[in-house]
């Protein structure tokens, strides 16, 4: 008795976190429209109000949760590598990150790039400081409501990702490319 009770609480508390219906299942076509046309702007860097560029200092101002888009999974309203973020190797770089998702924490950092994101990326910057506090829980990360500021030295050119670090955020879209630009390119590219 005690094992069915344990199985139909386990069962209720995954369709709580990430259960769905076949109506939930469909919403990623409603995505595609915004992937496509981040595609065909992939090629024009861009300066969105939310990225300042003062001498070598960077200062970006993300937001989880921008727009209902994946459910709020999303920074400045992007997902799954749709926006490439460019800042200058050797940049002094300040992400300003606020969580305006109104149910779920979040986190944000720099992580080793790639296309396709796993299951669990591992909490580990690839500089001193790029990284939000807490940025596996989904108790003490950044909550609904909350901001916090991070800043690092974007101090080796090469090809990383901007990252939710709870389990499951970043494999349901919650991550865009970013590049540290040996040329000096900055901007963005893509979904903004």
């Not at 861009?46 to 921008?66: F, K, Q, R």
Request: include cysteine.
């Amino acid at each position: 008795m005690k094992r069915t009770a344990f199985s139909t609480a386990l069962f209720l508390g995954l369709a709580a976190c990430g259960g769905s219906d076949s109506a939930e299942m469909e919403a990623p076509a409603e995505t595609a429209a915004p992937a496509e046309t981040a595609a065909a702007d992939a090629g024009q860097m861009t300066m969105p109000d939310w990225y300042s560029m003062d001498g070598e200092n960077v200062t970006l101002d993300i937001v989880a949760g921008l727009t209902d888009k994946g459910n709020y999974w999303n920074y400045n309203g992007a997902q799954f590598g749709e926006m490439t973020i460019s800042v200058p190797v050797g940049a002094n770089v300040t992400i300003n990150f606020e969580n305006r998702d109104p149910n779920m924490a979040h986190s944000v950092g720099i992580s080793e790039g790639f296309d396709t994101a796993p299951a669990i990326v591992e909490a580990v910057a690839v500089f001193d400081g790029a990284i939000s506090s807490n940025p596996t829980s989904m108790t003490e990360g950044t909550l609904p409501g909350q901001s916090e500021t991070i800043t690092f030295v974007a101090s080796e050119a090469g090809e990383y990702s901007m990252v939710c670090y709870i389990a499951g955020h970043a494999v349901s879209g919650m991550w865009v490319h970013f590049v540290v630009s040996a040329d000096g390119e900055a901007g963005v590219m893509g979904a903004m």
